[in-house]
């Protein structure tokens, strides 16, 4: 079955610094990635996400790209603000299924 | 008008109870899903259901049995409850099976 990997489990920035999560997946029949932030106590909510015909998506601040040949993706956000403290999660998706990282805590210290 | 709805959002039962969780969407969605997420944040799909149809099955015990009703509608019910499956417990949804998932507000579960 699909294996997702996280790195790093936990990130710490100065505000206004770039932020970068990382994840390679094992199943390259997995067409679908998305990135959620959970927020503390709250539930997870998609914040980007890209298909495996496309290399780089972004939206504002936030980036995502794609390497399929590696089989791994990452997440960028520039310009760090403390509301983007959250834990991300990367997923892998296939006909039906999503496997998810381990997550990766991020605080943006003011 | 909230889009994946569960019920109820804490439930705190002893060992051995067996208990339900609801869940309903409104987004017109096929693909309804139960995850598990533990004490360590991490997250894990349960179960898959599209079109009411049970089409992911990950490696939960028996005891956990989901019910899909129609489409807008998957249920979790649990038998037997044992203090590991304490957790927080998601419903989400998707338009089919290949994209975005709508997440709940969570069920908290505490077996005592």
């Known amino acids: 079955g699909e294996n997702v990997e996280q790195h790093p489990s936990t990130l710490s920035v100065q505000e206004g610094d770039s932020a970068v999560i990382k994840c390679t997946y094992s199943?390259?029949?997995?067409?679908?990635f998305p990135w959620y932030k959970q927020e503390l106590g709250k539930r997870p909510q998609l914040i980007i996400d890209?298909?495996?015909?496309?290399g780089e998506k972004k939206d504002q601040r936030i980036a995502v790209t794609l390497n399929k040949t590696a089989k791994h993706f990452s997440l960028h956000i520039t310009e760090t603000q403390p509301e983007d403290s959250a834990v991300y999660f990367c997923?892998?998706?296939?006909?039906?299924?999503?496997?998810f990282g381990d997550g990766t805590t991020l605080t943006v210290k003011p | 008008d909230t889009a994946v709805s569960q019920t109820p959002k804490y439930l705190v039962t002893q060992m051995g109870n067996d208990k339900s969780i609801k869940c309903e969407q409104n987004?017109?969605?096929?693909?309804m899903y139960w995850y598990k997420q533990d004490s360590k944040k991490f997250l894990k799909i349960m179960f898959s259901?599209?079109?009411?149809?049970?089409?992911i099955n990950e490696t939960v015990p028996n005891r956990f049995s989901p019910k899909s009703p129609d489409k807008a509608h998957l249920n979790l019910h649990i038998n037997s409850l044992e203090l590991g499956d304490s957790a927080v417990y998601f419903c989400?949804?998707?338009?089919?099976?290949?994209?975005?998932?709508?997440f709940g507000q969570g069920t908290r579960l505490t077996v005592v």
């Open positions: 989400a949804s998707s338009q089919d099976k290949k994209g975005e998932a709508f």
């Open positions: 199943d390259s029949a997995s067409n679908y």
């Open positions: 890209i298909r495996s015909n496309v």
């Open positions: 997923a892998a998706l296939r006909a039906g299924k999503s496997t």
């Open positions: 987004l017109g969605h096929d693909t």
């Open positions: 259901y599209n079109n009411k149809e049970l089409i």
